[in-house]
C-alpha cells in the first residue's frame, strides 16, 4: 500500500517515532516546509551542519510496508503523525490501524483541522489553529476557519484527546488574536490544553521571530479563558532529547 509517508525520525529517550506526510490542504504563507521538508529536530539542522534548502519535495514515497519494515526494530510506545499533513493521505485509516494491531502504540495526529478523516485508530489530536478571524485565516492559509472551527467540535464529540496550539507570528498573528483563539476553545471546554508557539521566519515573508516576551505575555493572556495554557521560545536549549532519522 502506497502512501504519503516520505521521512521518518525515532527518539529513543521517548520510545518515539514521527512520521512526516507529504501534502497539504492550505497553502500557509508562512510554512516551516519552505525550508525544508526534514525534521527540523535532526541534529545536523540544529547545528547548522547541514542544509535542508536543497530539497523542497520528496525523492520518493513509503509504502506501508517499509514503514512497517523500519519501525519493527523500534521500542515503540507512541506514533506522531504529522508532516505537512497527515489526514490527507487516502489510507490513513489503515495506516493507523496497522499500527494499533502491530505495535500497539498511541497514535498522535498533529493537523490543521480542516479534514477529518476516520479516527477510530486515532488516540490524540493536536489542532493547529492558524488564526481565528475569518479574513486572516484565510488570507494566511487560503481556507475558510469555519470548516476548522466545525471539526474541533467534532473531534472533541468524539471523545479524543484533543489539544490545540497557535504559532504567534511577530506583525500578524500576535496576543490580539490568539485572545481571540483562546475564547473560542473556551466556548468547547476550558480544560482543553492549548499550547502558544514561536514563529521561525521561513519563505519570502517579513516576519522575524517570536521572543519569549512575546510568549510569555500571551500564555497568560490566554490563560484567562482557558485551564492550561504554555508556551516555548523554540531556543536549541529547550530540545531534550536526541532525534534520529531513521529515512
Same mark, same amino acid.
Given at each position: 500500500?502506497k502512501?504519503?509517508?516520505?521521512h ?5 529517550e ?6 512526516? /506526510? ?7 504563507? $508562512?510554512?516551516l516546509?519552505? &525550508? ?12 547548522? !551542519?547541514e ?13 506501508? &510496508? ?10 515503540? !510506545? ?26 500497539h502504540?498511541?497514535?498522535i495526529?498533529?493537523?490543521?483541522? /480542516?479534514?477529518?478523516?476516520?479516527? &477510530? ?5 493536536e489542532? $493547529?489553529? =492558524? ?20 471539526n474541533f467540535i =467534532? ?14 507570528? @511577530?506583525?500578524?498573528?500576535e496576543? &490580539?488574536?490568539?485572545? *481571540? ?5 473556551s ?5 482543553? @490544553? ?5 514563529y521561525? @521566519?521561513a ?10 516576551t ?9 490563560? *484567562? ?5 504554555? $508556551? ?9 532529547f ?6
Amino acid at each position: 500500500m502506497k502512501t504519503n509517508i516520505y521521512h521518518i525520525t525515532y527518539t529513543p529517550e521517548t520510545s518515539s517515532a514521527s512520521l512526516r /506526510f507529504w501534502g497539504c490542504n492550505m497553502t500557509c504563507q $508562512g510554512c516551516l516546509c519552505k &525550508e525544508g521538508i526534514f525534521d527540523h529536530l535532526l541534529k545536523e539542522y540544529r547545528t547548522g !551542519k547541514e542544509s535542508q534548502t536543497q530539497q523542497f519535495k520528496p525523492s520518493r514515497f513509503l509504502d506501508l &510496508e517499509e514503514v512497517d519494515r523500519q519501525l519493527s526494530s523500534l521500542n515503540l !510506545k507512541r506514533i506522531f503523525l504529522t508532516g505537512e499533513e497527515a489526514t490527507i493521505d487516502p489510507h490513513y485509516a489503515e495506516i493507523t490501524a496497522d499500527f494499533h494491531a502491530r505495535y500497539h502504540t498511541e497514535n498522535i495526529l498533529y493537523t490543521n483541522g /480542516f479534514f477529518k478523516p476516520s479516527t &477510530e485508530n486515532t488516540d490524540s489530536v493536536e489542532i $493547529g489553529i =492558524k488564526a481565528i478571524s475569518d479574513d486572516l485565516h484565510k488570507w494566511y492559509t487560503g481556507r475558510d476557519v469555519n470548516i476548522v472551527k466545525q471539526n474541533f467540535i =467534532k473531534y472533541y464529540e468524539d471523545g479524543i484527546n484533543l489539544t490545540a496550539a497557535t504559532i504567534f507570528i @511577530p506583525g500578524l498573528v500576535e496576543k &490580539e488574536e490568539i485572545e *481571540k483563539v483562546a475564547r473560542f476553545i473556551s466556548s468547547v471546554d476550558k480544560k482543553i @490544553p492549548y499550547f502558544v508557539l514561536p514563529y521561525f @521566519p521561513a519563505g519570502n515573508n517579513p516576519w522575524r521571530k517570536t521572543n519569549l516576551t512575546e510568549i510569555e505575555q500571551t500564555v497568560q493572556v490566554a490563560s *484567562k479563558y482557558l485551564y492550561n495554557v504554555s $508556551g516555548c521560545q523554540g531556543t536549541e536549549q529547550e530540545i531534550l532529547f536526541d532525534v534520529q532519522r531513521v529515512v
